[in-house]
RNA sequence: CGGGGAGUGGCGCAGCUUGGUAGCGCGCCGCGUUCGGGACGCGGAGGCCGGAGGUUCAAAUCCUCUCUCCCCGACCA
């Protein structure tokens, strides 16, 4: 049925295989794969082994991207591309966030926007320059972001009196400021956010998880007391939790960080941990800061309290990054490409209209403006009227697009007053008659969310394991096996030992602990706390 | 910053060992036939071969220098 032929390219090392496929009808059939292992670099557009049968390798005949077991790395990025949320730009470490990307980071934006104000919190916003004085007082702080700051030293023609640093993060312009605006108790407590874009140089970029330029938010609060401040830092972790959950369909453990992992300059970091597909390392999806009132002696924040005492102020921040989009991409996507969560999914329902003859298509067309009337007001919705692709093209592509649920029209359809209607997760069809389609679509636009969190809940607890042994857990860690919890005594030399040898590092101290964290997995002291240890993105 | 690899139409590559003025697949444009799971035929457009210098009658190919990108390691949302 298939002959193989196997040819090693002299420049690149790279291994060909040549593969002649007696396919089904008389056309003949001649696949070029590609077995990878050269490093060249270059990804999108590749031919690759299909193996099979023929049937198999007409259905995937241009199948470019990587398989998700085979190289997850290469699959993210090839998803990325081919189904258009960025692109390379021509800096380095910066991508291009295009429009179906940028569409679905603006739904992002707009859900947790609101529940960003509904916790009393303003929009604002300070300028990306801070001056490199202002930057280096806090010791920590400037320490922490030193190898990825950004200087700008000239302007036009001249060179600057004073260099400019280009935010990595907000805390030395926004605090500044704060104290120039804080005299008073009654002037607290200032709640602001801003949206915005930061830049930290980076050494292995990788489209939206570490790039960069970034876009992110950063909340900033200022407190008069170290109660209030704490409560902030753990109440914007819960809005995160529920964000990410709720909208992104992406479970998470939250918890707090280990003082190696902390912020920079923070009192205490807290965090939310999300278990990534293929690899099932950890990502980072949202953290927040209890500063104390170390921002606030640093940079003057001071008040007259209604004691009478002079006092600094007690600060938090908080930030949640593009990243997370990167998450949805790892969390949800499969061997077809994306899955995007309904609720967030600039396309919730595509329409392909399916036709042969002119005749047939001004019908089709007449009925498919018909369910788009019925549609349109509480759907996301598009109709794909490409001529110059096939339907089981313009398939493939919008499930590499990862649009929840498909429309399917054609004659028979319009003959019987129904259309074919395919949920994207499951692969599932049914036929449903249009006066049921307004109300069927919302249901699995409902039932999906829920489906995808469940399988990514699902994942995250199966691939939860506790364990006692240094052994048990390296043994985990190197064959990809998730998240491991483990004791902990406390000790940063336990931790830096397990990072050296098996480059897993403490994820967080989640806030569920059981009664007894029994002893530390490194050297076998009384644990203070059972963490999870994991390797991370 | 250490180790490895690659730069040739938009993308993926061949050509280089043995110099003779660039080719293939995909994509793109036009016309026609197609269209219920990535269609096909015919006809087109598109490249000073990363850059600079050198050797030569002649350089994508040989020599020197340089730039960029990618992959693997140490740091990070």
Known sequence: MAVVHSIVSRATGTRYVLAIIAPRASLPCLKIVQDRRSNAGGSVGRTRVVPGTTEDISRRFVEDIAD???????WYVDVVKRAELADDAPVRGCKIIRPYGYALWENMQAALDTRIKATGVQNAYFPMFIPESMFQREADHIEGFAPEVVRVTRAGESELEEPLVVRPTSEAIICPMYARWVQSYRDLPILIN????????EDRPRAFLRTTEFLWQEGHTCHATPEEAEERARQMLEVYRDFIETELAIPVVPGEKSDAEKFAGAHRTYTVEAMMGGKNWALQSGTSHDLGDHFGRVFDIEFLDRDGERKFAFNTSWGLSHRTVGAIVMVHGDTNGLKLPPRVAPIQTVIVPIWRKEAERDVVEDFVGEIE???RDNVRLFTDRRDDKTPGWKF?????KGVPLRIEVGPRDVQNGQVVLVRRDTREKQSVPVGQLQETINGLLVQIQNDMFQAAQQRLTDMTVKVSTLDEMY?????????????WCGNAECEKRVKAESHATIRCIPFAQPD??????VCGDKAQHEVIFARAY
């Open 475 to 487: 043994e985990r860690i190197s064959n990809n096996a998730g998240f491991s919890n483990a004791g």
């Open 194 to 201: 801003q949206w915005c874009s930061v830049v930290r140089w």
């Open 396 to 400: 493939s592509e919008w499930e590499l």
């Open 373 to 375: 009337a019925r549609l």
């Open 68 to 74: 998700q077991d085979d190289d997850f790395d290469r």
């Open 516 to 521: 007894d964290p029994g002893k530390c997995v």
